[in-house]
């Protein structure tokens, strides 16, 4: 059973920046995409980026440009990299894993909190 653990969400002021980590519990197979998704209150949960084993990467309009999603398979890990933050941006961000041919194969972190206010 992998569990994941998001960290470095916070408080943040527009323009500013932040780092999100998802670390991994047990180890990562090549066949999991690692993905970040974000969700604002009231809203649905929204794909915010996605990385796959190789390297290739995937963002959503609303981000692409300002986020970068990277991963480290050796140390299992995925961080996602937040430049240009926008109130817009405030959402809890969730770390999820998920099999590329077995969709039920899914796992979700905590999520973290990022808030972007003056």
């Known amino acids: 059973q992998v569990q994941l653990v998001e960290s470095g969400g916070g408080l943040v002021q527009p323009g500013g920046s932040l780092r999100l980590s998802c670390a991994a519990s047990?180890?990562?197979?090549?066949?999991?995409?690692m993905n970040w998704y974000r969700q604002a209150p009231g809203k649905q949960r929204d794909l915010v980026a996605t990385i796959t084993s190789d390297g290739s990467t995937i963002y959503a309009d609303a981000v692409q440009g300002r986020f970068t999603i990277s991963r480290d398979n050796a140390k299992n890990t995925v961080d996602l990299q937040m430049n240009s933050l926008k109130p817009e941006d405030t959402a809890v961000y969730y770390c999820n894993a998920r099999h590329v041919v077995l969709s039920w194969s899914v796992y979700w972190g905590q999520g973290t909190q990022v808030t972007v206010s003056s």
């Open positions: 047990g180890s990562i197979s090549p066949n999991y995409r």
